[in-house]
């Protein structure tokens, strides 16, 4: 007769203190494991495994990273690609978040040990990339700063805008919707395709709060179309002269002009033709962290970041950290991504087909994020079938997630928005995701033909 084999399932304690388990802990926290291996032993009580598999169970069940959140290779071709999370950071940003994530000098002057101005050291390197600018804050996100800056000049009072800038910024969210929730009430002036000066004029009166021009980025409108420039508006008074305060949304996030992009708004440029102040995201072209930049008028900057509100809309260290680091360091993968060429993309979308043994086809990739949307970014990409794009989005074991996209009957892989070193990474999903044979040797023409990394 042999011994109950639920008997020799091993005890909590005893797997808690091997090795794996307590990398594991480490890593994941002791809950988890803890959650990992009760469940495995209760498979092994009832039956289901067997008590030798215990460990390997529990271990298999642990997840791989301590956060949920799983990192993504971008062969969409969109480059600033708002469900992904939109701009990949640096680099060295991600060495500033990961300098600033323990305690760190945020607001405190290390000299004297008194309290110091929060993220100085972003707002100096805004208002260093951005000379027209007299101060510079940093709020949530975009849309922070514009609720900021309408609540803060015109809650109670009006603003004024076209009926041209009413627009939809995406997942159902509104412009006049969150101009109404900051208690300014909204003045519409002209309509969706005309609106001059005198439309303003006639509108501005003791009430008017501040004007907002709204950069329209995520659509266009051609044909009997007229806009007001910044530099009449600029102009602009109340009947007892004071002048009326201009705010300008830009959205991308663009300080200074890019000819790639020559009807993208930016900041230098809408300065210095009149806005007051412009607020724009620091995660779309920029290339940064998510957050929300109002840069302009000194005084009018002040009076935002007075503003009780301020304090619930205020960034944390880690967005401050990658900012400065942003603006400071290298240009960010974004900006690569926008200006790879064609010519600079082919040779490492021909070496991938070759390795995989699929066709290379010309594609456009795109802005995205809501930008420049008539814009093409022309490019290549490894022509896959559609049903091998979910195997990539959703891999096997631990291989690399990549998120293609499908055009017209076809699963299309496109690099324009992968660092050259992981190349050899995307060789690897699409390998498995065709359901290519890993065990061929290196020269059998399989995966010998490596790109070069660089
Ligand atoms: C993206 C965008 C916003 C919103 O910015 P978030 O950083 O997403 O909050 C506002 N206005 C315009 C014109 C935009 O393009």
Redesign the pocket.
């Known amino acids: 007769m042999s011994e109950d084999p639920r008997r020799t399932i091993p005890r909590t304690d005893t797997l808690l203190a091997a090795p794996p388990f307590v990398a594991a802990a480490e890593r994941l926290g002791r809950g988890a494991v803890r959650a990992a291996i009760t469940s495995a032993q209760q498979q092994a009580r009832e039956g289901s495994i067997a008590p030798a598999d215990v460990a390997d169970v529990a271990l298999g069940r642990l997840p791989h990273r301590a956060s949920s959140l799983t990192p993504v290779i971008n062969a969409t071709g969109v480059v600033v690609h ?1 469900n992904i999370g939109r701009a990949p950071l640096s680099p060295s940003a991600i060495e500033a978040v990961v300098d600033a994530a323990g305690y760190v000098d945020v607001e405190m002057d290390l000299g004297t040990g008194a309290r110091s101005r929060r993220g100085a050291g972003a707002l100096a390197a805004l208002l260093e990339a951005v000379p027209d600018a007299g101060g510079a804050l940093a709020v949530n ?6 609720v900021l800056a309408t609540t803060a000049l015109a809650a109670g009072r009006e603003v004024v805008v076209s009926r041209g800038e009413m ?1 939809e ?2 997942d159902g969210f509104r ?1 006049p919707d969150l101009i109404a929730s900051t208690g300014a009430r909204l003045r519409e002036v002209g309509t969706t395709n005309r609106t001059h000066l005198r439309d303003y004029a006639d509108a501005i009166g003791p009430e008017t709060g501040c004007v907002l021009k ?5 659509f266009r409108v051609d044909g009997f179309v007229s806009s007001v420039g910044l530099e009449e508006l600029d102009g602009l008074t109340r009947p007892d002269g004071s002048a009326v305060p201009v705010v300008a ?4 996030g663009l300080l200074a002009p890019d000819p790639l992009l020559p009807d993208e708004p930016d900041a230098a440029t809408w300065l210095r033709a009149g806005a007051t102040i412009v ?1 724009a ?4 072209l920029l290339g940064g962290p ?3 930049l109002v840069l302009g008028d000194a005084e009018v900057v002040e009076r935002l970041r007075r503003h009780p509100l301020q304090r619930a809309l205020r960034v944390d260290k880690l967005t401050l950290a990658a900012l400065e680091a942003t603006l400071r360091g290298p240009l960010p993968p974004v900006t690569a991504a926008l200006h790879a060429t064609a010519d600079e993309l082919l040779p490492r979308v021909e070496a991938l087909a070759a390795a995989v043994g699929r066709e290379v086809v010309a594609v456009d990739g795109r802005v995205g ?3 420049a949307p008539g814009v093409p970014l022309p490019g290549w990409a490894v022509e896959v079938p559609v049903d091998a794009v979910p195997l990539l989005r959703r891999p096997d074991g631990d291989l690399p997630v990549v998120l293609a996209r499908v055009d017209r009957g076809r699963g299309l892989v496109d690099l324009r928005c992968i660092p050259a070193d992981r190349d050899a990474d995307v060789e690897v999903a699409l390998r498995a995701a065709l359901g290519h044979n890993d065990t061929a040797s290196p020269d059998d023409g399989g995966s010998g033909e490596r790109p070069p990394s660089s």
Do not use: E, F, M, R
């Open positions: 708002t996100n975009g849309a922070a700063a514009l627009v910024i995406g412009l709204v950069h329209p980025s995520n949304d830009i959205g991308s607020t995201s620091g995660d779309k998510q957050a929300g994020g809501g930008g």
